[in-house]
């Protein structure tokens, strides 16, 4: 089961860290990644982390701004998003898939397990 949180209102230029919990004992062995939906438009895919944490994956618009990580021993994938604009805002969602075998995914049907989503708004 995943769980995501950390969302919230912040201005634009602003940083927020969202956090991906798990639980379960093969949390390890998954990729995981986050994805985006804001209203009106489709879920789209902003970044994933191996199961190592060896290998990392952005989409071309928040390469440079956001940073994924993960602390296996604490079960917990983070989005570290600085330099927000009012297009960041969006329901986040954390995903995770143990067919690693595929290397990191980019499409939401390449992700298994699904955990609530966060809200972040950025205001301009």
């Known amino acids: 089961q995943l769980q995501a949180f950390g969302g919230g209102l912040v201005q634009a230029g602003g940083s927020l860290r969202l956090s991906c919990a798990a639980s379960g004992r093969t949390f390890s062995s998954y990729h995981i990644g986050w994805f985006r939906e804001a209203p009106g438009k489709e879920r789209e895919f902003v970044a994933a982390i191996s199961w190592s944490g060896g290998s990392l994956s952005y989409a071309d618009s928040v390469k440079g701004r956001f940073t994924i990580s993960r602390d296996n021993a604490k079960n917990t994938v983070y989005l570290q998003m600085n330099s927000l604009k009012p297009e960041d805002t969006a329901v986040y969602f954390c995903?995770?898939?143990?067919?690693?075998?595929?290397?990191?995914?980019?499409?939401?049907?390449?992700?298994?397990?699904w955990g609530q989503g966060t809200q972040v708004t950025v205001s301009s």
């Open positions: 995903a995770g898939t143990s067919r690693v075998w595929l290397g990191l995914g980019v499409h939401g049907r390449e992700y298994d397990y």
